[in-house]
């Protein structure tokens, strides 16, 4: 069973950093896309970033671009989302997802794409 747990929340002021890290464990896939997504209060779930194994291809959302980095870690199973020139509007719980492969089509920051799901992390982005 596919398990996916995030970590590296926290409290930080606007302009600060933030690394979070998603660990997987329970598959054996060769192939597979890791993406962030973010829910903060009273707004809809938002896709951050994804990458994929195969190639190391990286997707971004605009809001993001140029501040968050994400990367895999070759000798663990899983991602990181290095989070700079943080901004009270990235305030929001931080979810890591996985898929396994992708099609021709892949919608990398969509929600229906991703079959597993972690249990979030919080960042607090506030002076």
């Known amino acids: 069973q596919v398990q996916l747990v995030e970590s590296g929340g926290g409290l930080v002021q606007p302009g600060g950093s933030l690394r979070l890290s998603c660990e997987a464990s329970g598959f054996t896939w060769d192939y597979f896309a890791v993406g962030w997504f973010r829910q903060a209060p009273g707004k809809e779930r938002e896709g951050v970033s994804c990458?994929?194994?195969?190639?190391?291809?990286?997707y971004y959302a605009d809001s993001v671009k140029g501040r968050f980095t994400i990367s895999r870690d070759n000798a663990k199973i899983g991602a990181y989302l290095e989070m700079n020139s943080l901004k009270p509007e990235d305030t929001a719980v931080y979810y890591c997802?996985?898929?396994?492969?992708?099609?021709?089509?892949?919608?990398?920051?969509?929600?229906?794409?991703?079959?597993?799901w972690g249990q979030g992390t919080q960042v607090t982005v506030s002076s």
């Open positions: 990458i994929v194994s195969s190639d190391g291809s990286t």
């Open positions: 997802a996985m898929r396994r492969g992708i099609s021709y089509n892949f919608a990398a920051l969509k929600e229906y794409e991703y079959s597993y």
